[in-house]
């Protein structure tokens, strides 16, 4: 069993495709302890903005694919800290991506997601909900996730 609990496909024979996330993960949770993990976004605790150049007229280019892989370093990051190093990304058991743009983002998050992981069997649980807008508009993703990790 992945350190995230068992995966659980519907129909695993019948799914096909890029997917790289399960349908849902189960959980012993007495003998776990629960991270929740708030939305983070491309921001550094110093005020830096990964994914982001400000152009000369005050306007920004912003890149999905780095701002994705900057949330998922600080998560990562956020987890090892919150379990004393016991836990990393693949301690997640569900994450919701929140993002601006799913015709033109969706994709270049996507990569960058399965970077990481790279199978059904170690991703975890997922919904991606294109969103209006985010608290700040440079940002163009914001991850939650739920970790769990060996009490």
């Known amino acids: 069993m992945s350190p995230n609990g068992q995966h659980f496909l519907l129909d695993p024979e019948k799914t096909t495709g890029p997917m790289r ?3 849902a993960r189960v959980v012993q949770p007495n003998t776990h302890h629960t991270v929740y993990i708030s939305g983070i976004a491309a921001v550094s605790p110093d005020g830096t ?14 890149d999905i694919r780095k701002q994705t892989a900057a949330v998922l370093k600080r998560i990562e990051s956020i987890i090892k800290g919150a379990s004393g190093g016991k836990a990393d990304l693949y301690s997640i058991v569900d994450a919701t991506v929140y993002i601006l743009d799913m ?3 969706y994709a270049g998050m996507n990569e960058e997601w399965n970077k990481i992981w790279h ?11 294109g969103v209006r807008e985010l608290p700040d508009p440079r940002f163009l993703v914001e991850i939650k996730a739920t970790a769990i990790f060996e009490a």
Do not use: F, M
């Not at 400000?54 to 920004?60: F, I, R, S």
């Open 49 to 62: 903005y990964d994914g982001v150049t400000e152009k000369p007229d005050g306007t920004y280019d912003l």
């Open 103 to 105: 015709k033109t983002q």
């Open 21 to 23: 996330y399960c349908h």
């Open 119 to 129: 199978d059904r069997i170690s991703a975890p649980s997922r919904a991606t909900i």
